[in-house]
């Protein structure tokens, strides 16, 4: 009754701009009325970025939770091996599967299911949640509550690619559903998305060059005691060979002088 009077609505129209860097919201501004230090404007990201323009910094979405990797295959980017690390399934798992993630589960008999973690605590209350995109790697339910919602492994899957050798990553990609909002009330009670955000860094043609020019000096230092042991074996080999040529030679001549002596 009272988002009508204002002339809004629980679903509202805004450009990717608008709904990152800020729009006027007329709820924001009644409420300004009331608390004049209120921000009219909402955005999500517009406050969480101190850089300048064209450079976001800072934390665009804080899950106050480190992410744990594992190698899962070995991978070639640019001629340059790598190993990649991949999140395990049990990440976003919920705290009766995880027990690391209990601490997310704030309210016991309101506990989210595989794939998502609670984290209002950590946006001052707001009802946001966490998730990979699409909810990868959650239950089921989720994806099938909202429609469009297909989670497909190759696109939406969170990895790390690292050199075995100088340990540099060449491929980062972190892939998060950035913020959730529980509709509750008239409507089912589900988890809606909002955007996930998808950041990636890819290492340059130059760059890869020169790394492959590095990993080749450390090759042949690593293999530089091998190389000295086989000059040496083949030193020793051939040593005997001539050894063996001169013994034979000097057995032949022998031969020859007792035959024309005879």
């Known amino acids: 009754m009272y988002m009508g009077s204002i002339g809004t609505t629980m679903f509202m129209t805004h450009t990717v701009q608008e709904l990152l ?18 921000d009219e404007y909402f955005g999500l990201i517009s406050l969480e970025n101190p850089g300048v323009k064209g450079h976001v910094q800072g934390h665009i979405c804080q899950v106050n939770q480190s992410l744990l990797c594992t190698m899962c295959k070995e991978v070639e980017l640019k001629g340059i091996p790598a190993y990649r690390f991949t ?12 027990p690391e993630n209990e601490g997310f589960c704030v309210t016991p008999k309101k506990c989210l299911d595989d794939g998502v973690l609670d984290v209002s605590v950590c946006r001052k209350g707001a009802p946001v949640v966490v998730s990979f995109p699409h909810f990868h790697l959650g239950d089921e339910k989720y994806a099938q509550a909202i429609d469009g919602i297909s989670p497909v492994h190759e ?4 990895f790390l690619d690292l050199n075995p050798c100088c340990d540099v990553s060449f491929f980062n990609l972190k892939v998060f559903v950035l913020c959730f909002l529980r509709l509750t009330r008239n409507l089912n009670n589900t988890i809606f998305p909002i955007l996930f955000l998808n950041e990636s860094v890819v290492i340059d043609d130059a760059s890869a060059a020169r790394i492959q020019k590095l990993l080749l000096i450390v090759t042949l230092v690593s293999h530089f005691p091998l190389i000295l042991v086989a000059m040496g074996v083949i030193l020793v080999l051939v040593s005997i060979i001539l050894a063996i040529r001169f013994y ?8 020859q002088n007792i035959l024309e002596t005879a």
């Open 155 to 158: 696109h939406h899957q969170t």
């Open 248 to 255: 034979q030679n000097k057995v032949i001549a022998n031969t």
């Open 87 to 98: 999140p395990p399934r049990d990440t976003l798992a919920s705290g009766k599967n995880n």
């Open 21 to 38: 860097w800020g729009f006027k919201d007329p709820l924001l501004t009644r409420l300004k009325t009331i608390k004049p230090e209120t």
